[in-house]
């Protein structure tokens, strides 16, 4: 009889586009996210936890650059119904609030925040699964609610320690954006860009007015990325890319490419200037007005709480990509270089974006509900943080007890319950004791601060050793430094079993850094 094949072993890989997260990557994160919540609930914003899952139907069409409701995320069809894993927090809440709708509050404030996922082709530092962190209000068309979200925003990214000065929040208006794109002659319909979700879900890409005003929209996003030039080339004839492939250009003539730019540098130095300019470039467009209208009330309510033009501006360049975008936008880009994989520098860019969807909710229920929100990118927000040195890649570990003695487990377990019961970070070593210098190697790989040590002659005694094995590290890393030349590596401390009141003053005191 012929032997049955083998099963090939699995292979242990991480799939495509996703990755792991390891102890001191999660707890930043947790803390990250506790700082977020903290900002958000102090604005009177209360939690709202989703299910990751959703209908494709409840979800929409409204991934950037995709047309296909299934295209683009994570979907699989359950009885003769399609599912996908959320894209985004903003469609499970519009589902939320027309679903609640009569229990809710009017205006709702929610928070919500964990991980998203997108069906997109990965790239460095582009994952498909992320986490994000929003804050919306639905049931308000006041503008005062865009600009709370501003104000909250930049209070968020100073809680969790980006610097005033190391990063400005953009904000402009679709409704401005439409009236600069009203104006082009494009296409022979008398409008270029879906009014509202009914007309969004019914337009195809292939609707020439619909396609050229969203070409238009993307190409004038990518202002940051390849500059006036680039930009120009790409709404007229295009232009070849880093890689030499050439990008077709919307068709534009020279003289409207150039009133484009123009708007999208209207940016003057102070709110006021760009707010004027503005006006100028818009002329008689009734939506165009109406948007410059809600930055200048916007700016007004800014400045009248301390936000000056330091933290939040008005800038035209701001586009961003999601098409149920109605009115007011907002960026906030961190200013502050960085370094990339070939060592140059560049600008760290995009944490965090948002804007108005007035008829995001409207699609359930027939009736318009407005709202404003904000999205986090926290995994973005964490690399920015490591990057200015402002978190600390390495956690600190426990405290370890070490074995010397395998008979005596009840003493160490004994030693390592009084630590913790006294809010210390401590475990005992379980693997094999016999080498203690094993024992030591594992407290190094897991960053740990203290090692204690009681063999049968420090039982005897009545004490314990502690190594201070901080010490260590801090030599290792500069065997000249003058600080710690003269300070012992290792300390003797009466403890008797039940009496930890002097192994705990000495372990906080290495803890605290006084030696």
Request: charged content about 30%; proline content about 5%.
């Amino acid at each position: 009889m012929a032997k049955d094949k083998k099963q090939p072993r699995p292979k242990a890989v991480t799939p495509k586009g996703f990755r792991d997260y390891f102890g001191a990557e999660v707890t930043a994160r947790a803390e990250m996210l506790s700082k977020i919540a903290g900002v958000y609930h102090r604005y009177g914003f209360d939690a709202l936890e989703t299910s990751a899952v959703e209908t494709v139907e409840a979800l929409g069409k409204f991934l950037p650059d995709v047309d296909r409701p299934n295209e683009g995320v994570f979907a699989w069809e359950e009885d003769g119904d399609w599912l996908a894993l959320r894209y985004d927090m903003t469609a499970p809440l519009a589902r939320v609030a027309a679903q609640y709708r009569n229990d809710l509050p009017s205006p709702y404030r929610r928070y919500t925040m964990g991980p998203v996922w997108r069906n997109e082709k990965p790239g460095p530092g582009r994952f498909r699964q992320f986490y994000q962190c929003d804050a919306d209000t639905v049931g308000t068309a006041s503008v005062a609610a865009d600009a709370e979200i501003c104000a909250m925003l930049a209070d968020t990214l100073e809680e969790v320690g980006i610097l005033r000065g190391d990063y400005v929040i953009r904000v402009n208006n679709r409704k401005v954006l439409n009236g600069i794109i009203q104006g082009l002659p494009i296409a022979e319909h008398e409008h270029l860009m879906p009014k509202n979700f009914d007309e969004m879900l019914d337009a195809k890409l292939s609707d020439l007015h619909f396609a050229s005003a969203d070409a238009v929209l993307r190409n004038i996003d990518k202002y940051d990325k390849v500059g006036r030039v680039g930009v120009i080339e790409l709404l007229t004839t295009g232009r070849k890319d880093q890689s030499g492939a050439f990008i077709e250009g919307v068709g534009l003539s020279s003289e409207n490419a150039e009133r484009v730019v123009a708007f999208m540098e209207a940016r003057g130095s102070t709110n006021a200037d760009t707010i004027a300019a503005l006006r100028t470039l818009l002329g008689s467009s009734e939506e165009g007005q109406d948007g410059v209208n809600e930055l200048e009330q916007i700016a007004s309510l800014l400045e009248a709480q301390g936000y000056g033009p330091d933290r939040i501006v008005i800038d035209p360049s701001v586009v961003r990509g999601l098409g149920y975008y109605t009115g007011p936008v907002y960026e906030a880009e961190l200013t502050f270089e960085i370094k990339d994989e070939k060592g140059r520098p560049r600008n760290f860019g995009s944490v965090a974006g948002g804007g108005r969807y007035d008829d995001l909710v409207k699609r359930f229920t027939g009736q318009a509900v407005p709202a404003t929100g904000v999205s986090i990118g926290v995994d973005r927000l964490l690399a920015a943080l490591h990057a200015k040195g402002r978190i600390d890649s390495t956690a600190q570990g426990p405290v370890i007890v070490t074995v010397m003695d395998r008979d005596r487990m009840a003493d160490y377990q004994t030693m390592v319950s009084e630590l913790r019961n006294a809010g210390i970070r401590a475990e005992v070593y379980l693997g094999n004791p016999k080498n203690f210098g094993n024992q030591l190697k594992y407290a190094d790989k897991r960053h740990s601060p203290i090692a204690i040590i009681a063999g049968g002659d420090e039982f005897d005694k009545g004490v314990v050793q502690i190594k201070d094995l901080i010490l260590g590290a801090e030599i290792a890393k500069n065997a000249t430094l003058e600080e710690w030349k003269d300070r012992p590596s290792q300390y003797e401390v009466p403890y008797k079993r039940g009496e930890p009141d002097q192994m705990l003053a000495k372990v906080r005191s290495i803890l605290n850094g006084d030696g």
